[in-house]
Nanobody, 122 residues
Framework: QVQLVESGGGLVQAGGSLRLSCAAS????????MGWFRQAPGKERDFVAA????????YYGDFAKGRFTISSDNTRNTVYLQMNSLKPEDTAVYYC???????????????WGQGTQVTVSS
């Protein structure tokens, strides 16, 4: 079984930045791609970004384009989400996810992390 552990969440003022990290316990055929989702209170879980482990394919949710950047470190089996120009509406629990491809991860991940809270104050 693959375990995903997120870190880096916290409280930040509007306009600030945070970098989230997600470490996979091991590399498997179904962790060839990893990504991020988020869920705000009372709202549906939204796709944020995904990347394959070679780093040559990335996808972003519309709200993330231009502000968020996903990247990976194969040596550490870790994916990162750099979040800049944060807005209060970015406040949510951010969940790491993994799957067999970026498409599969966006649609139906095989693994989920426990989530890390991001709070953006106005």
């Amino acid at each position: 079984q693959v375990q995903l552990v997120e870190s880096g969440g916290g409280l930040v003022q509007a306009g600030g930045s945070l970098r989230l990290s997600c470490a996979a316990s091991k590399r498997t055929f179904d962790t060839a791609a990893m990504g991020w989702f988020r869920q705000a209170p009372g709202k549906e879980r939204d796709f944020v970004a995904a990347i394959n482990w070679s780093g040559d394919t990335t996808y972003y949710g519309d709200f993330a384009k231009g502000r968020f950047t996903i990247s990976s470190d194969n040596t550490r089996n870790t994916v990162y989400l750099q979040m800049n120009s944060l807005k209060p509406e970015d406040t949510a629990v951010y969940y790491c996810a993994a799957g067999r491809s970026t498409s599969a991860t966006r649609r139906k991940p095989d693994y989920w992390g426990q989530g890390t809270q991001v709070t953006v104050s106005s």
